[in-house]
């Protein structure tokens, strides 16, 4: 066997393979040998086929495989030995590899187009500025969080009239068509508040009632036609719920409103257990931290968006665009007749469109760029970090529903055993990992990139960042 390598383009080369006989004849002829021994031919004992019979009937497809393993093998090897990285796949060059004579074989030659992956230099440096927008609660946003706060340890105290987000301790009785109580009728006594109906308009009836007052209205109006809301107002299951169409007499036994706490050290210490807040301002500042916090993900994520953006404009490097347009043609054709082929007896043409190649080069710059940074900067992501993270997701859930007992060994079965599970979605597996790779990248970036800091709101930040997105792929 002869294998060269010639030049082509910039970061492109085509392969020869030449395949003698003695590189497949022997196997050939030993599979031969096997079909001979195992052949149930009519006419002729087990293992007693004419060798030539069996070459005709199978010579040519076993000949066919061999040089096909030949081929694949072979070029593995001489790209492996020779530390030649592709981009894409090795295509077969037809122009210039000669028909193969398959019924008189000889030696067979075969050529391969191949695309080089560029080699490159990438240093992250403190020389890089980049901003990172740190997104920090409005005023409004801050005092809205300290009433909801408030609200949370306030005390309920009954007032004379009631005003949007009170809430009322009220009888519900069933009425006939006459609007008289229905004899064996639903009766109902329940608490709710002013948003307990979906309804506007019901909604804005329970606004100035007082201590006595009563309305009559239709709970399927009242809850927009939905039977579980129904069901939840009259204390009925949902195919019961249904059902009702009959108006309701509802009569106000109280009217109460959430009194505000004060801010005390105990809220501090119970919102922040651990941080010993003494003053409110100190409590303003912790909670505006916290709130910051919370929105870290989205600064994080334009972060990203704003080093790859930089990286892409700063390292240069070619790819061989030649070949990468006839790899991704092919693909998109291979695709295309496949969906073809499923859908035969779909009439509807659908209208063929040129790939986005500028689009798809940049993708895979900046995949040779990541994978650069990985590479340097040691990043790897296994199964085991995969599981853990999603372990702790669950673990933060069902401590948030204060599901779990004191057992640490059964927790952490339970915990191991709803991660596997998850885990056998490979698009969900996938999800986990390219946001664990990412997480990693940002440390780098955080770590050796200068950050220009930025305080901003909400509103602000959106207006800056856009709703663009960016996909991030990983090999």
């Not at 040691?378 to 401590?399: C, L, P, S, T």
Request: net charge negative; hydrophobic share 30%; with cysteine.
């Amino acid at each position: 066997m002869n294998i060269t390598k010639e030049e082509t383009g910039v970061l492109s080369a085509c392969i020869r393979i030449d395949i003698s006989p003695e590189d497949y004849q022997e196997n050939v002829t030993k599979k031969l040998k096997e079909y001979q021994r195992k052949a149930n031919v009519p006419g002729f004992r087990p293992g007693m086929v004419p060798i030539n019979m069996i070459k005709k009937m199978y010579g040519k497809g076993l000949l066919v495989d061999e040089i096909d393993k030949l081929l694949r093998d072979s070029l593995e090897s001489y790209l492996k030995d020779n530390n030649i990285n592709t981009l894409g796949t090795p295509m077969a060059n037809e122009e210039k590899s000669p028909e193969a004579n398959w019924d008189e074989p000889s030696t067979f030659t075969f050529h391969f187009d191949i695309g080089i992956k560029p080699d490159f230099d990438l240093n992250l440096s403190p020389e890089i500025n980049i901003d990172y927008y740190k997104i920090v609660p409005s005023a409004e946003e801050l005092e809205n969080e300290i009433e909801n706060i408030r609200k949370s340890f306030g005390t309920f105290q009954e007032v004379d009239e009631s005003d949007e987000g009170d809430w009322f301790n009220v009888e519900l009785k069933e009425l006939d068509e006459n609007g008289q109580l229905l004899e064996g009728g639903i009766t109902h006594s329940r608490r709710l508040t002013t948003t307990t109906f979906p309804n506007p308009e019901m909604a804005s009836r329970m606004n100035g009632l007082k201590k006595g007052d009563q309305l009559v209205f239709n709970p399927q109006e009242a809850m927009n036609g939905e039977a579980s809301h129904i069901g939840y107002l009259l204390n009925l299951d949902a195919d019961k719920a249904s059902t009702i169409n009959t108006n309701f007499e509802l009569t106000v036994n109280s009217v109460e409103r959430i009194a505000l706490a004060d801010l005390t050290k105990d809220i501090f210490d119970k919102i922040f257990p651990g941080e010993n807040i003494e003053t409110e301002e100190d409590f303003r500042r912790i909670l505006k931290e916290d709130m910051s916090r919370s929105n870290q993900r989205e600064s994080d994520t334009t972060f990203y968006r704003a080093v790859r953006k930089k990286l892409l404009e700063t390292v240069n490097f070619p790819v061989p665009e030649e070949f990468l347009r006839r790899w991704i043609n092919e693909k998109e054709h291979d695709h295309d007749h496949e969906h073809d082929h499923k859908h035969e007896h779909d009439h509807e043409k659908k209208e063929e469109k040129e790939p986005d190649f500028e689009k798809i080069f940049e993708s895979m710059r900046w995949q040779l760029i990541e994978n650069k940074l990985f590479e340097q900067h040691n990043i790897h992501v296994d199964y085991a970090e995969i599981k853990n993270h999603v372990k702790m997701r669950y673990r933060a859930y069902f401590e948030q529903q204060g599901g779990f007992g004191s057992d640490s060994e059964q927790i952490d079965k339970t915990l191991d055993r709803l991660a596997e599970k998850f885990l056998e979605k490979k698009e969900e597996a996938e999800e986990i990992m390219d946001m664990l790779y990412i997480n990693k990248l940002l440390d780098v970036f955080k770590n050796n990139l200068t950050l220009e800091n930025k305080e901003v709101t909400h509103d602000e930040f959106h207006e800056i960042s856009g709703d663009h997105h960016e996909n991030h792929d990983h090999h």
